[in-house]
């Protein structure tokens, strides 16, 4: 392990652990969010919140949609998960239309991206599904931002319970892993990082991080071994504070025993995501010019010469 330190002007980059930068010049204007990587195979499968679709990346690195733009009315897309069981994709989309909010879980052929499945609710409560985990059963567990909710779907039944719901303990929840199989770990910018025991539903939060506001300000959360490593992008300074961070777990993955920036401040950062791990190696979403998408009112209209084509950092672990 090495650290690397770039001083231009003000600009400050940290890294730890060797990396590189993917980028793909013929993928445009997507303000991508969510990735997930098939296991067996490698391919990478990235979301897009501007075109409504998601993207395959193949391990040659040619890219092509997996379905057409809007398909089955796929929304803004979010987190996803591969189920190499069932040969499926699982999505998270959303949308809000003045006081209605519809979020939506899709299921597509991981060949074919035909829509296996769809389950779709609407209303006026503000909802907003972020990211999800599959348990061994084939049921997922989802993140609802807006609504500081933990859900549990199944999809066989298409039955959506509310797991957890709490507005002081998970207060905007965002990533979500499972540390094991009765218990999750969630990233929430309200409550910081929250262990949720699934069988009893009781929530207490993982202690023993260093920095208070890179807890507060992680989105995605992949967990490899005892280590979870989570994406930060909620600095007041801007895309400068932007990093990776490890966090390595006692042995009962109760607490946190050693916190690692692993990059901060990279060029390539513009509000990263989510991550992704395949072949020892984690994959992060580097630039989905969130901030710009937002403050532009969720369009690409007249900004698309600002915004960079998809960009994905990978470490070596």
């Known amino acids: 392990m090495k650290y690397l330190f770039l001083l231009a002007g003000m600009f400050y980059y940290q890294l730890l652990y060797p990396q590189q930068v ?4 013929d993928q445009l204007n997507l303000v991508p969010e969510g990735i997930a990587i098939h296991p067996g195979n490698g391919t990478i499968y990235i979301s897009s919140i501007a075109k409504k679709k998601i993207i395959r990346i193949m391990p040659n690195g040619t890219t092509a949609n997996l379905f057409p733009e809007g398909q089955d009315n796929f929304l803004e897309g979010l987190g996803m998960k591969v189920d190499t069981k069932r040969g499926l994709l699982w999505a998270l989309s959303n949308s809000r239309r003045g006081n209605e909010f519809t979020s939506q879980i899709h299921a597509f052929d991981l060949t074919s991206g035909k829509t296996m499945h769809q389950y ?3 209303d006026t409560i503000p909802r907003l599904f972020n990211d999800l985990v599959i348990d061994k059963s084939g049921s997922l567990l989802i993140t609802d931002t807006y609504l500081s909710s933990i859900y549990k779907y199944d999809p066989a039944l298409k039955d959506l319970d509310v797991l957890v719901h709490d507005t002081s303990k998970i207060k905007w929840p965002n990533g979500i892993e499972l540390l094991d199989e009765n218990t999750l770990a969630i990233a929430t910018y309200g409550s910081g990082i929250m262990r949720v025991n699934i069988r009893s539903k009781e929530v207490s939060i993982l ?3 260093k920095d208070r506001s890179i807890a507060f300000g992680l989105d995605g959360l992949v967990l490899i071994g005892n280590s979870l490593y989570g994406v930060y992008n909620a600095g007041e300074e801007g895309y400068a504070t932007n990093a990776v961070i490890k966090y390595t777990l006692d042995a009962q993955k109760r607490q946190i025993i ?6 901060k401040g990279n060029p390539s950062f513009a509000d990263p995501t989510t991550a992704a791990t395949f072949s020892n190696k984690l994959y992060v979403i580097a630039n989905s010019h969130l901030s710009q998408y937002n403050a532009n009112k969720e369009t690409v209209a007249g900004i698309e010469n600002a915004l960079t084509p998809l960009q994905l950092v990978w470490y070596e672990l």
């Open 120 to 122: 779709k609710i609407t």
């Open 258 to 263: 050693l916190e690692e920036v692993i990059d």
């Open 22 to 25: 993917l980028m793909f010049e």
């Open 207 to 209: 202690s023993g991080y």
